[in-house]
């Protein structure tokens, strides 16, 4: 038990914040900022290191992530000083598009405002995640607000 404990304590000594993206690492740079494989002019914007973990899962995005470390939450006492938006701004030189992958309820709704409110008159491309009906779920047993933004987020086949 006491090896398990202090293994624990020993990374949460080594843990720190990414300089460039604010994911936790134990290094400096993560592996994800560090790699020459990743396109520079995208940048994914999600609320903490298990959202980025989740896309890095998948294997479908090379860009770059800028992790919050947290959301807005104005009923918490959580502003925009709060969280790593001032990092965000400062990285944007060179990106053509911030995509927002904050999670759709109404503090990650309006975190993802807030963001995009900044950025685009600095003529960058803003996008939001699409938000829609699960995979193998019942229309029936769909929320309004997901049905509604399905609909709006439909494509042509």
Do not use: W
């Amino acid at each position: 038990m006491k090896t398990l404990a202090d293994s624990i304590v020993e990374a949460r000594n080594k843990s720190k914040f990414c300089t460039i993206c604010c994911n936790l690492t134990d290094k400096d740079v993560c592996s994800v900022c560090e790699s020459n494989k990743r396109n520079k002019h995208v940048i994914m914007v999600v609320e903490d290191p298990r959202d980025m973990a989740a896309y890095e899962k998948i294997g479908e995005y090379d860009g770059l992530y800028h992790v919050l470390n947290g959301r807005l939450s104005p009923m918490n006492g959580i502003g925009p000083d709060d969280i790593r938006i001032k990092e965000l701004i400062a990285r944007l030189n060179g990106v053509s598009e911030v995509i927002l992958a904050t999670n759709p309820n109404v503090e990650g709704e309006a975190t993802a405002m807030y963001i995009s409110r900044l950025i685009k008159p600095m003529g960058i491309s803003v996008t939001r995640i699409a938000h829609g009906v699960p995979v193998g779920s019942d229309l029936e047993q769909v929320d309004g607000v997901t049905l509604s933004r399905a609909l709006i987020g439909r494509r042509e086949m």
